[in-house]
C-alpha cells in the first residue's frame, strides 16, 4: 500500500434497500465498451477522443477545461478539434434492453440503460410499504421509572431530558429506595414456619462433642416444616429472577438508547471497529456480492445521515472498495440539497500510527449520491473503487485482535 498514490473519488452504485448485489443488478452493468472510465456508468452522449478513448460529454469536459489532457494517457486535448460525438456508440446503447432490478418481485419490464434510474425511482414494484398504524410518540428515556412524557420527536425528548434533570434524578432516588425496601423486606422476612422450622432443631457448634440430635417426638415435624421451608425459598429465587430479569430488560433498553444518541451526536465523526474481520473478509472473498454496512451517523442532532460500505473491489478483485451512503432521516425536509462537503476516510494502523491511511475528498453536487435520498438507502454511493490492497491491510497493521478501524470524519461546507 503506497501512501503517496493518489486515487480518484467517484460514483459507485448499490442496490436500493439491499444489502449485496443480485445475479440481475451484475448482468446490468456495462461492458467495457460502454463505460465510461470516469464515473464508471453507462456512457451518456458518448465522444471519442483522437487518442481513441470514449467518455461521456459531461463527464470529459470540464475535465479538459480544467487540465487540457486526456485522464487515461495525459495526451494534450482540445474541447474544439479532439472531441467529435460517438454516434455509433450512442446507437449500440440504445439497442441494449436491460431488466429491472425487481423482476423477481413481478416487473416484466426492460428498458434502455441510461432509463434504467428512472424506471426504478417509478417501478410500482419498489414502491414503499405503507402502515395503517398512526406514527408512535417517543417515550422518555426515564419511562421504566414514572416518567410518564412522550414526545413527537427526539429533539422534543432531548430538550426534555435537559429541562427536568432534578425530576428525573427524584424518580431515580425513588425506585431505587422502593427497590432497596423491598430487598430488606424479604430479607427479613422469616415467617411462622421458618421460626418453627428453626426451634424444632439447632445444629451443633463446631467445637461441641456431642451433637445435640433433635427429638425423636418432633422428628415428623421438622422434616414437615424443612420441605416447607425449602417450597418458600424456591418460590422467591423465582421472584428474584423475575425481578432481575426485568431489570436487565431495562438495561438494554437504556443502553440501546445510550447507543443510538451516541451516533446521532457524533457530529459526523464516526469510529467504524469491524469485528470478526477475518472470517468477514472469508465470506467476501468467496462472494464478491457480500458487503459489509457501518451503522448509520448523522452530521449533527438533525443532519444528514450517512452509513458506510466496504467490499471487495468489481474492478479488481485484490483491493477493498470503501464509499459512503446518504441514507433517509427526519429532517431530510429541513436540510440545504444536494449535500455539499468534505468526507475523510482515515484507515488506521493499530501498530505503527505513522502508516495510518489517511484519504479526503470533496462531494460533487452534480452526482446522484448527493441529492436528496428517496429510499432507506441511496443507490448511489461516493468513495474509492481501489481503496486499499487486501494483502497490505492484513499484512501491515491494520488488523489487530481481528478488528478493523475505520474513522469517518464528515463536514458541511
Not at 86 to 113: F, H, S, W
Not at 200 to 215: H, I, Y
Amino acid at each position: 500500500m503506497d501512501p503517496n498514490r493518489t486515487k480518484n473519488a467517484s460514483e459507485g452504485i448499490a442496490p436500493i434497500g439491499i444489502t449485496s448485489l443480485s445475479d440481475m443488478d451484475l448482468l446490468n452493468q456495462p461492458e467495457s465498451r460502454y463505460e465510461c472510465p470516469m464515473c464508471l456508468n453507462w456512457l451518456r452522449d458518448p465522444v471519442i477522443t483522437t487518442c481513441g478513448h470514449k467518455f461521456c460529454k459531461s463527464c470529459i469536459t470540464p475535465w479538459i477545461q480544467n487540465s487540457g489532457h486526456c485522464p487515461i494517457d495525459n495526451n494534450n486535448l482540445s474541447m474544439k478539434i479532439d472531441i467529435f460525438p460517438d454516434n455509433c456508440t450512442k446507437r449500440e446503447i440504445q439497442e441494449q434492453r436491460l431488466v429491472c432490478p425487481y423482476a423477481n418481485k413481478g416487473c416484466t419490464a426492460k428498458v434502455m440503460p441510461l432509463d434504467l434510474d428512472a424506471h426504478i425511482e417509478s417501478c410500482p414494484y419498489n414502491a414503499p410499504q405503507t402502515s395503517s398504524r398512526t406514527e408512535a410518540r417517543v417515550p422518555c428515556s426515564f419511562h421504566a421509572i414514572g416518567c410518564k412524557e412522550t414526545f413527537d420527536t427526539q429533539q422534543d425528548m432531548h430538550d426534555h431530558l435537559n429541562l427536568d434533570t432534578q425530576k428525573h434524578l427524584s424518580l431515580l432516588m425513588n425506585a431505587y429506595s422502593e427497590l432497596k425496601m423491598n430487598n430488606d423486606m424479604v430479607n427479613a422476612n422469616i415467617d411462622a414456619k421458618e421460626q418453627e422450622a428453626m426451634t424444632l432443631w439447632e445444629a451443633p457448634g463446631k467445637g461441641d462433642s456431642q451433637a445435640c440430635a433433635a427429638p425423636l417426638n418432633n422428628t415428623s415435624a421438622l422434616i414437615r416444616s424443612v420441605f416447607e421451608r425449602v417450597v418458600i425459598l424456591e418460590q422467591r429465587n423465582r421472584e428474584q429472577d423475575i425481578v432481575i430479569a426485568n431489570l436487565t430488560k431495562q438495561v438494554a433498553t437504556l443502553s440501546a438508547q445510550l447507543k443510538h444518541n451516541t451516533v446521532r451526536y457524533c457530529m459526523g465523526n464516526y469510529i467504524w471497529k469491524i469485528d470478526n474481520f477475518g472470517a468477514r473478509l472469508d465470506q467476501m472473498l468467496k462472494n464478491h456480492n457480500n458487503m459489509l454496512y457501518s451503522p448509520a451517523f448523522y452530521t449533527s442532532p438533525n443532519g444528514y445521515r450517512f452509513c458506510v460500505r466496504l467490499n471487495i473491489s468489481a474492478q479488481n478483485p485484490l483491493c477493498f472498495a470503501l464509499h459512503v451512503h446518504m441514507m433517509r432521516s427526519d429532517f431530510d425536509d429541513c436540510l440545504d440539497w444536494p449535500f455539499n462537503g468534505r468526507i475523510s476516510f482515515t484507515m488506521v494502523n493499530q501498530y505503527d500510527p505513522d502508516k495510518t491511511q489517511k484519504d479526503t475528498m470533496m462531494s460533487n453536487s452534480t452526482l446522484k449520491a448527493f441529492q436528496k435520498p428517496t429510499a432507506d438507502l441511496s443507490s448511489r454511493g461516493f468513495g474509492f473503487t481501489e481503496y486499499a490492497a487486501v494483502k497490505d491491510v492484513l499484512a501491515n497493521g491494520f488488523v489487530k485482535d481481528d478488528v478493523l478501524v475505520i474513522r469517518v470524519q464528515i463536514r458541511c461546507v
